[in-house]
């Protein structure tokens, strides 16, 4: 027999008992939610643009959402110089259309919530993490980031200056990436005097909700 793949959309009528099902799903949901002070509608910014947080995409690609919350991060942090992290960190599986973002939204992008640290490294660090980053297309370990681009191969810049190896720069990187794990020498305390912690943020859904609220 032929198949083939059809997009589920407003277009397509809800099955009823299915639906119901569904709905019951999410408003208990809501329920546990507003018990505990959060309001899963309401609107905390919104976009002109589709973002796109497909696994398929953001664990394989640079996405526009990906960026966005890398952003929502260097705004939270203005004298860093790049944000990066795991792509495992989205779990939406989803696009967001044009209009309005919903809290709920960032619940779904991020349900194990997560932080970031400031640290200090060198640009050779920097590079080697960006560039083996890109070696884990397809997984959670993927990076997302803002603040630095390849312009051409093995020519990184931020803020159009090409990365130097032996400069100090200040990066945020997500809590997971810190642990070491795929990336050990980021792991702080790992290897001597190549990682130095600054800081820390607030979770990343505090700040990716207060950072979509300036798109108001």
Known sequence: HASKLVEIDRSIPEEPKTAAVVNAWVEKVYSTLRANGQEPTAVI???????????????NKPTNLGKLIANAF????????VAMYHSGNVRID??????EIRYYDALRMFPFGGRYFYVAMTGEILIN????????????????YAGVAEVSQDNW???????????TYKVLVSDYLVKGIEYPQLKIGGMSD?????????DVVPVFTDFMKKSL
């Open 129 to 144: 993490t960006l560039e083996q980053g890109a070696r884990f297309a397809g997984s959670g370990s993927y990076l997302q």
């Open 94 to 99: 989803d696009r967001i259309p044009p209009g």
């Open 194 to 202: 190549v990682i130095t912690k600054i800081g820390e943020s607030r």
């Open 45 to 59: 910014g919104r976009t002109q643009e589709m973002l796109d947080g497909f696994e398929s995409s953001i664990r």
């Open 157 to 167: 810049q931020i803020r159009g200056n090409a990365v130097d190896s032996a400069k």
């Open 74 to 81: 260097l705004a939270e942090f203005p004298d860093a110089d």
